[in-house]
C-alpha cells in the first residue's frame, strides 16, 4: 500500500501543508505529523464544538504518530460542504488512507468517488457513511445497546418495573442525518415502548415518532427550544418524570429549559435525564445532581481500532472485525469492530471515568 500511494504522496507533498493551511478555517485547521515511514492518513473529524470529538481526533493522531504514520486532522465546523471539500483537499494531498466521522451521512458519495479512484482506503469512525460502495471498514460502539442502557436507566429510577407509575416522559433523539440516531432511539423504544403502550409512561406532547423527535446537528439550544416549547404547551400545571436524551449536548440544552421552568428549585423536582458521550460538563452535572445519567464510550479505544485498522491495511492485513453482517449502508455490509459503551451516573463515575483515567479527579472539581 505504502509503494502504491507513495508516487502521488509525493507529488501532492510539496501543496499538501499549503492547502491544509489555507483551505481550512479555525474550526477546520489541519494539523500534520511527521511520518517514519512515508504514509500519510487524513482524519476528517465533524467538529471542534464538542469535546468528545477532540479527544477522538487528539487520540486518532496520537496512536497513529507512535505507529509511524504521518496524520493530516480537519475539523468540519458541522457543515456537510466544509467537510467535503475538506476531504476532496486531503485527497489532492495525496494521503494513503482516510478515517471521516461524517456530518451528514448521505454526503460523501461523491468524494468517496474520488478516493476510490485514488485507491484510498476509507475507515468509517463511529458514524456510518451510507449509500456507497466506497467505505471498507467500520469502527464503532453499539449503537443499539447505547439506547438500551439509556432507556433501562429511566425504568429503574422510577421504577417501572416494580409497577409505580404513570409517569410522563419526553423524548429526544440525534441529528436526522446521522445514522447512529435511529439505533440509539431504537434501541431505547426496545425497552420503553411497553410501558407507553400500559400507558405508565405517558408522552404528554405526543412527540413519539423518531422524525418528531430528532435534533438537528444535536445542537443544545435547538433542544432548549423543543423543550420550552413542550413544557409551555402540554404541561401546565403537570410535571415531566424523564426525558430520553441521546447525547450529553442535548442534555444540556433540555435541562436550560427546565431550570428556566424552575424545576430543580422548591417543588418541582428535575426529571430523570440521560445523555451520552460523558463530555465534562455533563460529567460535572451529574455530581452536581442534574443530569442523571449518560453513555461512556471509550473513544480512547475507538480511535486504537481505527489506527490498527488503518496499520493493517497499510501492512496488506486483513484488519480485526468483530461484526459483518450488523452494519448495511444501502449499497453493502460494511465489515465492523464495534465497542461496548457502559452507562455512567453519580454511583459508578469514579470508578469508570476516574480509575479509568478518562478524567482526573482534579478535571472533574
Ligand atoms: C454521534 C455519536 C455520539 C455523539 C453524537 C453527537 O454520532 O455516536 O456519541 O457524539 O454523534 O456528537
Redesign the pocket.
Known amino acids: 500500500m505504502r509503494n502504491r500511494r507513495a508516487a502521488l504522496a509525493t507529488l501532492a507533498g510539496v501543496v499538501s501543508l499549503a492547502l491544509t493551511l489555507s483551505a481550512c478555517g479555525q474550526d477546520s485547521k489541519g494539523s500534520s505529523e511527521g511520518s517514519s515511514n512515508g504514509s500519510t492518513v487524513g482524519i476528517a473529524m465533524?467538529?471542534q464544538a464538542?469535546e468528545?470529538?477532540l479527544t477522538d481526533g487528539k487520540s486518532v493522531v496520537d496512536d497513529l504518530k507512535q505507529k509511524g504514520y504521518a496524520t493530516k486532522l480537519v475539523y468540519g465546523k458541522d457543515d456537510p460542504k466544509t467537510q467535503v471539500s475538506q476531504i476532496e483537499d486531503l485527497i489532492k494531498q495525496g494521503v494513503d488512507a482516510l478515517i471521516i466521522?461524517a456530518i451528514d451521512n448521505k454526503s460523501l458519495n461523491g468524494v468517496l468517488k474520488q478516493a476510490a479512484a485514488a485507491k484510498i482506503p476509507v475507515i468509517s469512525y463511529?458514524?456510518l457513511i451510507l449509500g456507497t460502495e466506497n467505505v471498507d471498514y467500520y469502527v464503532?460502539?453499539d449503537?443499539e445497546q447505547?439506547g438500551r442502557l439509556q432507556a433501562h436507566y429511566i425504568i429503574e429510577e422510577l421504577g417501572l418495573e416494580d409497577g409505580k407509575g404513570p409517569f410522563n416522559i419526553e423524548l429526544f433523539a440525534?441529528?436526522p442525518d446521522?445514522?447512529?440516531?435511529k439505533y440509539?432511539f431504537d434501541g431505547a423504544m426496545h425497552l420503553l415502548q411497553p410501558y407507553l403502550d400500559s400507558k405508565k409512561l405517558v408522552v404528554r406532547s405526543d412527540q413519539t415518532g423518531l422524525n418528531d423527535v430528532t435534533t438537528l446537528r444535536?445542537d443544545g439550544p435547538t433542544a432548549e427550544k423543543r423543550m420550552k416549547g413542550i413544557l409551555a404547551e402540554s404541561y401546565g400545571n403537570r410535571t415531566v418524570d424523564a426525558v430520553l436524551s441521546?447525547?450529553?449536548?442535548i442534555s444540556l440544552g433540555v435541562l436550560s429549559a427546565l431550570k428556566a421552568d424552575g424545576y430543580g428549585s422548591g417543588s418541582k423536582p428535575l426529571p430523570v435525564i440521560t445523555g451520552?458521550?460523558a463530555e465534562l460538563p455533563s460529567v460535572k452535572s451529574i455530581i452536581a445532581g442534574q443530569q442523571s445519567q449518560t453513555?461512556y464510550?471509550d473513544v480512547r479505544l475507538l480511535a486504537g481500532v481505527a489506527a490498527e485498522m488503518v496499520d493493517a491495511i497499510f501492512k496488506d492485513k486483513t484488519p480485526r472485525v468483530n461484526s459483518r453482517r450488523a452494519y448495511n449502508n444501502g449499497a453493502k455490509y460494511v465489515p465492523a469492530f464495534l465497542l461496548q459503551p457502559t452507562s455512567v451516573d453519580k454511583k459508578n463515575l469514579d470508578y469508570v471515568l476516574v480509575a479509568g483515567g478518562y478524567y482526573t479527579a482534579d478535571e472533574l472539581k
Open positions: 465533524p467538529t464538542s468528545r470529538w466521522a463511529d458514524r464503532s460502539f449503537n447505547v440525534g441529528s446521522d445514522n447512529n440516531t440509539f444535536w441521546p447525547y450529553d449536548g451520552q458521550d453513555v464510550k
